[in-house]
């Protein structure tokens, strides 16, 4: 990986409380993220995208909830660190954007003054010029006549233009790192590739680099580097993301490509992946995948497989003791 991580993740685990005893949501969550590099973690709803994302943030510390591992930021550990160093992290450093944007957005505060607000406190620039930015912000990402709705509150917009403000504020902020929790599911597929395009754009040309969750398969080839294909909790394969959609090992990232609808075929079919993601009461303490897997053996059932190159390219790491074989490369 080009340069030292902006990002290294190691051996995470969220736990929270429930009915009284600690339960891992997560455990050993393990990954870089390089400068301007761009990371998609995909897998099925409450895998634990959206916690492993809030707990880079530091916003995961309160009663009930609990972090364990380590997250450098830049060399700084973030597990642990007093809220006042956080608060100078987060927003400036690290940007996040939020899966429903009503919780990032002020109800009576005129869309482009938060923008603008927003751009002044972390670059401290003067009031016009925070203008300026918020409107070329709002423009990036297809306000349509951004000057005349600067004023309007957030209640005016649709949601899917509030979902774009939300993305004009954090990349406004010129973060380094972006989190952006499945911030264009919202959108309509044209505008959906244009805001991409953009969030691409400005890793390229700010060295932003970007943890971007996505159940979409097809954002993922269109926005990321590397993808991270997450399970009940934990990474399952983590890849290229060329190398990935050629060669999965992962039967569960198998299964998730082979259940992408087919248009291009005589009927669209979908191949749904029989049983479900078990709940975290209900993790067994081998690989969580096995109960689902048409390749499980009991010594699956018994110890959870560690994240490994597993007889492929270092980059190309499988959490499964029996991972589909390593194609054979053109060289
Ligand atoms: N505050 C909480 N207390 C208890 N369980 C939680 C809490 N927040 C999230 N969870 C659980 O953690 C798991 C992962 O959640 P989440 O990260 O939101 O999933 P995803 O974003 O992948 O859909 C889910 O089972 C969810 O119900
Ligand atoms: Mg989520």
Sequence with gaps: MPGD???????LSVQFR?????????????FDLAPNETLALVGESGCGKSITCASILGLLGGEGARVEGSIRYRGREIVGMPESELEKIRGKEIAMIFQEPMTALNPV??????IAEAISVHLGCSRAEAKTRALGFME???????????????????GGMRQRIVIAMAMACQPRILLADEPTTALDVTIQAQILAELRDLCANLEM??????HSLGVVAAIADRVAVMYAG???????????????????????LQAIPRVDRETVTLRAIPGQVPAIAEFGSGCRFAPR???ASE???????????????EGHRVACLAPAPVRERAS
Excluded: K, N
């Design 5 to 11: 991580p902006v990002l290294s993740v190691q051996g």
């Design 18 to 30: 429930i009915g009284g005893a600690w339960r891992a949501a997560t455990r050993g969550i393990d």
């Design 109 to 114: 505060m005129p869309v482009g003054e938060q």
């Design 140 to 158: 990036r990402v297809r306000i349509p006549a951004a000057p005349e709705r600067y004023r309007d509150y957030p209640h005016q917009f649709s």
């Design 209 to 214: 680099s970007m943890v971007f969750i996505t």
């Design 234 to 256: 934990e990474i399952v394969e983590i890849a290229p993301v060329a190398e990935l959609f050629a060669a999965p090992r992962h039967p569960y990232t198998q299964a998730l």
């Design 293 to 295: 897997c048409p390749r």
């Design 299 to 313: 010594a699956c059932q018994a110890v959870p497989p560690e994240l490994a190159a597993r007889g492929g390219p």
